[in-house]
């Protein structure tokens, strides 16, 4: 599929959120506990996200992906690395594509729009955080990432281990399937 990669706007939040919860529950299941996927709901995601849209990050940017029936299947964010970290100047946010869109070079298609747009403003590098046993880690040690740190974290009841990934140069970048950073 080749999905239309374009800049997310507000009215865009249903949709994003949608996607986000969906996403999150097909991803940590097995992960994050049922209880606290189970209490995922829209109200407060769309909260959440009408908030990020007027607080933005500094130079944070969200790119959605849409179907042909212009139906948002995935979205990515990104911005300055919110943390003290100096050696990555950017920094992924969040992406997730919907499981059954997943595999088909959306996530890549998605990055690449995050970090086009970071090139813009000038960073050289970019990271990502992750859930250590999300296997979305192996799509960013696809695409060229290292492991560079870890963390605990708290999810509800939970303390789960995050990764952080970098990539020195967003030349570093190892896309497949003809896309071009
Ligand atoms: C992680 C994610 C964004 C990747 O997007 P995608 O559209 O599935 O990935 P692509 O099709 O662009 O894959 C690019 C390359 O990475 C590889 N890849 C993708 N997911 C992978 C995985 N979990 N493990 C290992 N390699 C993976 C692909 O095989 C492809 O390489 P290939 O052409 O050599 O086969 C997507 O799978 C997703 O949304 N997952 C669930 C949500 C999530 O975990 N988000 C990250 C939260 S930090």
């Given at each position: 599929m080749m999905p239309r990669i374009r800049l997310a706007h507000k009215s865009d939040i249903q949709g994003i959120a949608r996607v986000h919860i969906?996403?999150?529950?097909s991803t940590y299941r097995g992960i994050i506990s049922d209880h606290y996927l189970s209490q995922l709901n829209m109200e407060k995601r769309e909260?959440?996200?009408i908030w990020q849209f007027d607080h933005p990050h500094p130079d944070e940017v969200v790119f959605v992906a849409e179907n042909e029936k212009g139906e948002i299947i995935g979205f990515a964010n990104g911005g300055r690395?919110?943390?003290d970290d100096e050696r990555f100047d950017g920094e992924l946010?969040?992406?997730y594509v919907l499981e059954e869109y997943q595999g088909q070079g959306v996530g890549s298609e998605?990055?690449?729009?995050?970090?086009?747009?970071?090139?813009t403003k000038r960073?050289?590098?970019?990271?990502?955080?992750?859930?250590?046993k999300n296997a979305a880690i192996g799509f960013y040690?696809?695409?060229g990432g290292r492991i560079f740190s870890r963390k605990d974290i708290q999810?509800?009841?939970?303390?789960?281990?995050?990764?952080?990934?970098?990539?020195d140069r967003m030349d570093d970048v190892t896309f497949v399937r003809g896309v071009k950073t």
């Open positions: 969906d996403s999150w529950v909260k959440s996200w690395n919110r943390s946010y969040a992406i998605l990055v690449r729009a995050v970090l086009s747009h970071l090139r960073y050289k590098s970019f990271m990502v955080w992750v859930l250590e040690k696809r695409i999810i509800g009841e939970e303390t789960l281990v995050e990764a952080a990934l970098g990539w």
